[in-house]
């Protein structure tokens, strides 16, 4: 298996700039918002706001989730217990991990 680490910090890198673009675009609708009429159910701008809202947010917490299970895969790969499931400690398949790098279980424990 070739070495996973460049995948995963490039993995994480994406994620990180992905993270600053999300927090930029949150508070871009936040001014906006400000400059807004307050009252959603009547603004007209109000409810794409509130949607644009949610979604960076969604956005936001995929790419935090995804940092901290690329972080826990390079702890396992420090410790030695990549590519084994943490569940029941079998070996996770090769083709899973090329695929999902940050995998921490095999496909049945999935």
């Known amino acids: 298996m070739e070495d996973p680490r460049p995948a995963l910090e490039a ?11 999300v927090e930029r675009s949150m508070r871009d609708v936040s001014d906006a918002r400000q400059d807004a ?7 007209p701008e109000g ?3 509130a949607w644009e809202r949610g979604s960076l947010g ?4 995929g790419a935090q989730l995804r ?16 590519g ?3 569940v029941g ?12 790098p ?5 496909v049945a424990h999935a």
């Open 11 to 21: 993995e994480r890198a994406r994620n990180e700039r992905l993270l600053l673009d």
């Open 37 to 43: 009429n307050s009252d959603d159910e009547h603004d």
């Open 47 to 49: 409810a794409t706001l």
């Open 58 to 61: 969604a956005v936001r917490d």
């Open 67 to 82: 940092v901290r299970q690329v972080d826990a895969a390079l702890a396992r790969l420090d410790d030695g217990t990549y």
């Open 84 to 86: 084994r499931c943490t």
């Open 89 to 100: 400690g079998e070996p996770i398949p090769e083709a899973r991990l090329a695929a999902v």
């Open 102 to 106: 940050w995998a921490a279980t095999c």
